[in-house]
């Protein structure tokens, strides 16, 4: 990784080689990747050589002449730069005057005139570079980094805790709608039944007693949990991540929801479920067996 | 008038929202659609000129746009170009040093709903009677 991509006109190469020899001697020592024969050899996409330097850098210096401006690469390099969130600094080499577009482009960069002296504009561009004149975008860019990092994690949290509720919670509602096929042909015949029809009542209010603490639990925790979900997807958004595991985590929660629905609507299930309710002594479980049977 | 927003790579839906929301509004927008940030064409003409023409510069700022270099370059081409500018925040993250520089006292709206936001925008620039 190079400290500095030097973006200048061919017009200007040797302008352009100058500063990179006075940023690289010691003791500034600052790294520079330019564009020629030495970093990009026959053979390879210029293009894409150029886009990974800008990227890999950390600061892009724009040689600004009549040339550069003028240069159709020089402006793709620079809004490139740009668009990366490179800081930009700009030597100035001639007398030339801004055009709109670089007025636009550099108008958050400090514009360094080397036509005098370079030497002073090296001193001044090394001690910027290594001092960390952009310290606080670079604080900002750790912290959005962090974001990531913390951002991700309580939002795996929250959404694992959520999936497990439903899928849970949609479990034992299979389970109480099994209980109640297996003691009755429909739920306003259940609801007639009582405990001397040989049902388990207590059993049954224990599994209604269960589905009130799910209640209660979407109640009082979804909320917190939407709350730390959405502010973790904020971070991560902000932070240019989604987090894709979401999508595998909804994939898997939609399969959990679709594989019960099988197994309940299934007739082999339902024949096992009501074999399991008879031999556990279930009036109604028995009755219908039998009913069953004698049909066959 | 016509508004310009200037938003960071990473609010794309959010500013998009805004657009349609000023539009539904009976806003004029010049809106640089930069899609996520995988442009094929140089946007930084349109962006120039979208800026030049409008009449209200709308800033959404979060912790993308304290670092996003063309967000800084549009904030201080408008500040440059005397363009009246609202910050809208997009969370609850602190505005820059260089942005805050920038901004000076413009109007700072706290993110409530998108579209509260474009009805605020709207009724204080008196764009909707």
């Given at each position: 990784?190079?400290?500095?991509?030097?973006?200048?006109?061919?017009?200007?190469?040797?302008?352009?080689?100058?500063?990179?020899?006075?940023?690289?001697?010691?003791?500034?020592?600052?790294?520079?990747?330019?564009?020629?024969?030495?970093?990009?050899?026959?053979?390879?996409?210029?293009?894409?050589?150029?886009?990974?330097?800008?990227?890999?850098?950390?600061?892009?210096?724009?040689?600004?002449?009549?040339?550069?401006?003028?240069?159709?690469?020089?402006?793709?390099?620079?809004?490139?730069?740009?668009?990366?969130?490179?800081?930009?600094?700009?030597?100035?080499?001639?007398?030339?005057?801004?055009?709109?577009?670089?007025?636009?482009?550099?108008?958050?960069?400090?514009?360094?005139?080397?036509?005098?002296?370079?030497?002073?504009?090296?001193?001044?561009?090394?001690?910027?570079?290594?001092?960390?004149?952009?310290?606080?975008?670079?604080?900002?860019?750790?912290?959005?980094?962090?974001?990531?990092?913390?951002?991700?994690?309580?939002?795996?949290?929250?959404?694992?805790?959520?999936?497990?509720?439903?899928?849970?919670?949609?479990?034992?509602?299979?389970?109480?709608?099994?209980?109640?096929?297996?003691?009755?042909?429909?739920?306003?015949?259940?609801?007639?039944?009582?405990?001397?029809?040989?049902?388990?009542?207590?059993?049954?209010?224990?599994?209604?007693?269960?589905?009130?603490?799910?209640?209660?639990?979407?109640?009082?925790?979804?909320?917190?949990?939407?709350?730390?979900?959405?502010?973790?997807?904020?971070?991560?958004?902000?932070?240019?991540?989604?987090?894709?595991?979401?999508?595998?985590?909804?994939?898997?929660?939609?399969?959990?929801?679709?594989?019960?629905?099988?197994?309940?609507?299934?007739?082999?299930?339902?024949?096992?479920?009501?074999?399991?309710?008879?031999?556990?002594?279930?009036?109604?479980?028995?009755?219908?067996?039998?009913?069953?049977?004698?049909?066959? | 008038?016509?508004?310009?927003?200037?938003?960071?790579?990473?609010?794309?839906?959010?500013a998009q929202k805004l657009n349609r929301e000023l539009r539904l509004l009976g806003a004029a927008t010049a809106f640089v659609d930069r899609g996520d940030g995988e442009m094929l064409v140089d946007p930084m003409v349109d962006i120039m000129q979208s800026i030049s023409s409008c009449d209200h510069f709308i800033f959404l700022h979060s912790e993308s746009a304290n670092t996003a270099m063309l967000s800084q370059i549009e904030?201080?081409?408008?500040?440059?170009?005397?363009?009246?500018?609202?910050?809208?925040?997009?969370?609850?993250?602190?505005?820059?040093?260089?942005?805050?520089?920038?901004?000076?006292?413009?109007?700072?709206?706290?993110?409530?709903?998108?579209?509260?936001?474009?009805?605020?925008?709207?009724?204080?620039?008196?764009?909707?009677?």
């Amino acid at each position: 990784m190079n400290d500095v991509f030097i973006s200048y006109s061919s017009k200007d190469v040797e302008t352009a080689k100058k500063i990179k020899r006075l940023l690289e001697s010691p003791p500034r020592s600052v790294s520079c990747w330019m564009a020629n024969d030495a970093t990009i050899t026959g053979g390879d996409d210029f293009r894409s050589r150029i886009a990974e330097a800008i990227r890999s850098c950390k600061v892009c210096l724009f040689v600004l002449s009549e040339n550069s401006m003028k240069s159709d690469w020089c402006s793709r390099e620079l809004s490139f730069a740009i668009l990366e969130n490179k800081p930009i600094y700009t030597v100035k080499i001639d007398d030339s005057t801004l055009d709109d577009i670089h007025t636009f482009k550099l108008s958050c960069s400090q514009i360094m005139d080397a036509s005098v002296n370079f030497d002073a504009v090296a001193e001044a561009l090394a001690i910027n570079i290594k001092n960390g004149k952009d310290a606080e975008i670079e604080k900002a860019q750790r912290s959005i980094a962090n974001s990531r990092r913390f951002g991700f994690l309580p939002y795996t949290i929250a959404v694992c805790i959520k999936r497990t509720a439903w899928i849970l919670l949609f479990v034992h509602l299979a389970n109480m709608i099994s209980f109640i096929r297996a003691n009755a042909n429909s739920l306003s015949e259940f609801v007639t039944l009582s405990s001397r029809d040989g049902v388990d009542m207590q059993r049954f209010e224990f599994l209604c007693g269960i589905l009130g603490a799910f209640i209660a639990f979407f109640v009082f925790v979804g909320t917190p949990l939407k709350i730390l979900e959405t502010t973790s997807l904020r971070k991560m958004v902000a932070a240019s991540e989604m987090d894709s595991a979401s999508a595998l985590y909804s994939l898997y929660w939609i399969f959990t929801f679709v594989h019960p629905i099988f197994g309940l609507f299934s007739k082999k299930k339902s024949l096992e479920r009501l074999e399991r309710s008879a031999e556990l002594g279930y009036a109604p479980a028995v009755k219908r067996l039998a009913k069953m049977k004698k049909d066959e | 008038m016509i508004f310009y927003i200037s938003y960071a790579n990473s609010d794309y839906l959010m500013a998009q929202k805004l657009n349609r929301e000023l539009r539904l509004l009976g806003a004029a927008t010049a809106f640089v659609d930069r899609g996520d940030g995988e442009m094929l064409v140089d946007p930084m003409v349109d962006i120039m000129q979208s800026i030049s023409s409008c009449d209200h510069f709308i800033f959404l700022h979060s912790e993308s746009a304290n670092t996003a270099m063309l967000s800084q370059i549009e904030l201080t081409y408008a500040k440059n170009r005397k363009k009246p500018i609202t910050v809208v925040k997009m969370g609850s993250g602190k505005i820059s040093t260089p942005i805050k520089f920038e901004v000076g006292d413009a109007r700072v709206i706290g993110k409530n709903s998108i579209e509260n936001v474009a009805k605020e925008i709207v009724k204080i620039m008196g764009v909707v009677e």
